[in-house]
């Protein structure tokens, strides 16, 4: 699965829109971008994902670059309970001998202020 | 809520123990995965179950090793405990079919181990 890169830390004021960015510029074509997250000791939350075109569901927009070299998560109108480290993970398509993993990086910390 | 459950929530044991983890998957859902969480760091894969059987695993040794159950629910027994396994033991489950392979994960709320 490709590498990717997020910055170690981002604040957002209340009621603003949260961006976080990240890069996969190693990504391959056959592999998705997926969006976790986690609210402090508790299990990661899937979010969103996509291959190449824009998402968008109750939770947050996925912007993916014409090149698919990087991404950004938005999240409309953040709150308080936005706050957490936000995982961006690119992954192939299932390989049936080696499991479906998803390989985490260090993720996110998304602050979100009042 | 996702609807993966884990237990037991939190767990205390001494080095050289054993200890099984346990965990119901999503219902519907036909596969589970583990990971471990060090703290300070991002989970990491460490096998997954699919209809009973492993279907892959990480870089872990094989003191760590686990079970699927016919309601695929499933276990997770590590051995000869060290101080290192102290971590957030997660469980994810998810609705893999052969046609439809690249399915979301859905994570239960984890089991934290510490090792003393």
């Known amino acids: 699965d490709a590498k990717t890169t997020q910055p170690p830390s981002m604040d957002c004021a209340e009621g603003r829109a949260a961006n976080l960015p990240c890069n996969h510029s190693?990504?391959?074509?056959?592999?998705?971008v997926y969006w976790y997250r986690q609210i402090h000791s508790q299990g990661p939350q899937y979010i969103i994902h996509?291959?190449?075109n824009n998402e968008t569901n109750e939770m947050a927009s996925l912007i993916i670059t014409e090149d698919r070299k990087s991404s950004t998560l938005i999240l409309p109108h953040a709150t308080l309970r936005d706050t957490a480290v936000y995982y961006c993970?690119?992954?192939?398509?299932?390989?049936?001998?080696?499991?479906?993993?998803?390989?985490f990086g260090e993720g996110t910390q998304l602050t979100v202020n009042p | 809520e996702t609807g993966v459950t884990q237990s037991p929530t939190h767990l205390i044991k001494t080095r050289g123990q054993q200890v099984t983890l346990r965990c119901s998957s999503q219902?519907?859902?036909?596969?589970v995965s583990w990971y471990q969480q060090a703290l300070g760091q991002g989970p990491q894969f460490i096998f997954q179950?699919?209809?009973?059987?492993?279907?892959g695993r990480g870089n872990f040794p094989p003191r760590f090793s686990g079970l699927q159950f016919p309601n695929y629910s499933s276990e997770l027994n590590v051995n000869a405990l060290e101080l290192d396994d102290s971590a957030l033991y997660l469980c994810a489950s998810s609705p893999k079919t052969w046609d439809r392979p690249q399915e979301t994960q859905y994570f239960g709320p984890g089991t934290r181990l510490l090792v003393l």
């Open positions: 993970i690119v992954r192939a398509r299932n390989q049936e001998t080696s499991g479906s993993r998803l390989t």
């Open positions: 179950y699919y209809r009973e059987e492993e279907n």
């Open positions: 219902s519907g859902h036909n596969t």
């Open positions: 996509g291959l190449k």
């Open positions: 190693t990504i391959s074509g056959n592999e998705y």
